[in-house]
């Protein structure tokens, strides 16, 4: 299976998903960002399907430590993002300081490496742990009324 696809994959086939960027990063081009997953479920998907993702993601045992981010630069459609723990703090800086650096200026050519390369070697053993660990549950649909 395409490991930078693979999340993406079971998410669409498994997930009632609006918005799905189906790579978590590039095979031929490994450093150019950190590997995530951006995604958003449909409109009446309740937030609390995202709490649960959370708590799922955040109890896996890997190389580095996942989580889902809510986006803070989202005013409309508020996307969400699978990736590494140390991402919260770089979009969080982004948003409160009004600054973009590159990731690889943030958090230095080196560490940007490591955890690109930590994060590659994750996906596969994450991609399991959602997959046996991560049931959808009716009630995450919400019933909207006209």
């Not at 009446?44 to 989580?67: H, M, P, Q, R």
């Not at 596969?124 to 909207?144: A, G, M, T």
Request: proline share 3%; net charge negative.
């Amino acid at each position: 299976m395409n490991n930078e696809r693979m999340i993406a994959k079971y998410f669409k086939e498994n997930f009632p998903t609006k918005q799905l960027r189906y790579e978590m990063y590039l095979d031929h081009n490994k450093y150019l960002k950190i590997p995530e997953l951006v995604f958003r479920f449909q409109d009446n998907v309740d937030s609390v399907a995202y709490d649960e993702l959370k708590k799922c993601v955040e109890s896996f045992s890997g190389k580095l430590e996942w989580t889902v981010i809510r986006d803070f630069f989202g005013r409309k459609n508020i996307n969400y993002s699978l990736s590494p723990k140390v991402m919260y703090q770089y979009y969080k800086d982004q948003f409160d300081k009004e600054e973009f650096p590159s990731q690889e200026e943030y958090f230095s050519e080196e560490i940007f490496k490591k955890i690109c390369d930590d994060a590659i070697e994750d996906i596969p053993n994450l991609y399991k742990y959602i997959k046996d660990n991560f049931v959808w549950k009716d009630e995450y649909q919400k019933q909207i009324s006209e």
